[in-house]
C-alpha cells in the first residue's frame, strides 16, 4: 500500500465525520516533505480558511498518534479551487462538459497530452474526451493527471 493511501485510510473517517470529502493527498519533496491534503465540503459550499485550521487539528492529532510518515514534514490543508484536479472518477462524472487537461502515463493514440470537453465517463471508468473534434476513450486506470480548465461556464457553476 502506497503512504497516500495509508494516510487516507488513517484520516479520511474523521475529515467525513467532520462534513468533508478528500480530494487528493499527496507527499511530496525529497529533504523536506510536505503532506498536501485537499478537502471539499460535502454540502458543497466553498471552503474557508477555518476549514482547513480545523481539519489540519483532527489531521495532526490523527497522524501524531499513527506516526505513519518517519520523517520531518509541513502539513498543507487547501480547498482543490475553482480550476481543481479530477483525481476520482466521480470527479469527472461531477463536471461531465466541461474542459479539461489531461495527461496519461502512456500514449493512447499517439498522444499523452489532452485537452478537449470532458463527454462522459462510463460504469467501467473509461473517460470520453472530445479533443479539436476527435475522441478519445481513456480508461480511467491510464491517467496520470488531470484538471479542469478555468472557463467562464467553470466560474459561472462555482457561483451558482
Given at each position: 500500500?502506497?503512504?497516500?493511501?495509508?494516510?487516507?485510510?488513517?484520516?479520511?473517517?474523521?475529515?467525513?465525520?467532520?462534513?468533508?470529502?478528500?480530494?487528493?493527498?499527496?507527499?511530496?519533496?525529497?529533504?523536506?516533505?510536505?503532506?498536501?491534503i485537499m478537502?471539499?465540503?460535502?454540502?458543497?459550499?466553498?471552503?474557508?480558511?477555518e476549514d482547513?485550521?480545523?481539519?489540519?487539528?483532527?489531521?495532526?492529532?490523527?497522524?501524531?498518534?499513527?506516526?505513519?510518515?518517519?520523517?520531518?514534514?509541513?502539513?498543507?490543508?487547501?480547498?482543490?479551487?475553482?480550476?481543481?484536479?479530477?483525481?476520482?472518477p466521480e470527479?469527472?462524472?461531477?463536471?461531465?462538459?466541461?474542459?479539461?487537461?489531461?495527461?496519461?502515463?502512456?500514449?493512447?493514440?499517439?498522444?499523452?497530452?489532452?485537452?478537449?470537453?470532458?463527454?462522459?465517463?462510463?460504469?467501467?471508468?473509461?473517460?470520453?474526451?472530445?479533443?479539436?473534434?476527435?475522441?478519445?476513450?481513456?480508461?480511467?486506470?491510464?491517467?496520470?493527471?488531470?484538471?479542469?480548465?478555468?472557463?467562464?461556464?467553470?466560474?459561472?457553476?462555482?457561483?451558482?
Amino acid at each position: 500500500m502506497y503512504i497516500n493511501e495509508k494516510i487516507e485510510q488513517l484520516i479520511a473517517p474523521s475529515i467525513n465525520d467532520m462534513g468533508f470529502d478528500i480530494v487528493r493527498i499527496l507527499l511530496s519533496g525529497d529533504r523536506r516533505q510536505t503532506l498536501q491534503i485537499m478537502i471539499e465540503r460535502q454540502d458543497g459550499n466553498a471552503v474557508g480558511v477555518e476549514d482547513c485550521e480545523n481539519v489540519s487539528r483532527s489531521v495532526s492529532a490523527i497522524l501524531d498518534v499513527e506516526d505513519p510518515i518517519s520523517s520531518a514534514y509541513s502539513l498543507e490543508v487547501s480547498s482543490p479551487g475553482i480550476d481543481r484536479p479530477l483525481v476520482k472518477p466521480e470527479h469527472f462524472k461531477r463536471y461531465v462538459s466541461f474542459l479539461i487537461k489531461m495527461e496519461t502515463k502512456m500514449p493512447i493514440e499517439g498522444r499523452k497530452r489532452f485537452k478537449g470537453v470532458l463527454k462522459s465517463i462510463d460504469e467501467n471508468n473509461e473517460i470520453e474526451i472530445e479533443v479539436e473534434g476527435n475522441i478519445y476513450h481513456i480508461p480511467f486506470s491510464e491517467l496520470e493527471r488531470a484538471k479542469l480548465v478555468l472557463t467562464d461556464e467553470l466560474i459561472a457553476k462555482a457561483t451558482n
